[in-house]
């Protein structure tokens, strides 16, 4: 059974916390999922498995995504031990290339598996520090919009200290 995403906790909501300083918690949170859901995947826009419908980037059931990389894990070591097995009939060493799928090996598959479960845990996340994030818009006031408005001009400008 797959397990939740652990949560990242920053401890945005406590009390006394400024409509900003929760903003500015909720950004660094999103920001930190967003690197994940914008990884590269290595295999490409593609990244079709042999006898899946779906490619990895598509998929949305965890378990398709085992179930795949099984799939790939298995038919290597077969090549791997059907090129053992014809050396040793063949009496010499066969020389063949590396298996691939689609023309990716199992360690590019494996890690856009990996990546693309780490991306389907951290969505209900994502949404939910979204929907707070807008929420917490609504709250700032004219003095708080003042203040970070303060902050990114001394960044601009470089008077930060």
Do not use: C
């Amino acid at each position: 059974m797959a397990k939740k995403a652990e949560n990242t906790n920053l401890s945005v909501a406590t009390l006394g916390t400024s409509v900003p300083d929760a903003l500015g918690a909720l950004k660094q949170e999103l920001k930190n999922l967003r690197e994940i859901s914008e990884t590269s995947y290595r295999t490409g826009g593609s990244g079709m498995v042999s006898g899946f419908p779906v490619s990895i980037q598509q998929e949305t059931n965890i378990e398709t995504l085992i179930k795949m990389h099984s799939s790939v894990s298995g038919r290597e070591k077969a090549y791997n031990a059907s090129q053992a097995r014809l050396s040793e009939v063949a009496g010499g060493p066969i020389t063949a290339p590396p298996f691939k799928d689609n023309g990716q090996s199992l360690e590019n598959i494996e890690e856009d598996i990996a990546l693309r479960i780490k991306v389907l845990n951290i969505s209900d996340r994502k949404a939910q520090l979204e929907a707070l994030l807008k929420e917490a818009e609504g709250f700032l006031t004219k003095e708080d919009q003042f203040k970070m408005f303060q902050q990114k001009l001394a960044a601009t400008l470089g008077l930060e200290g």
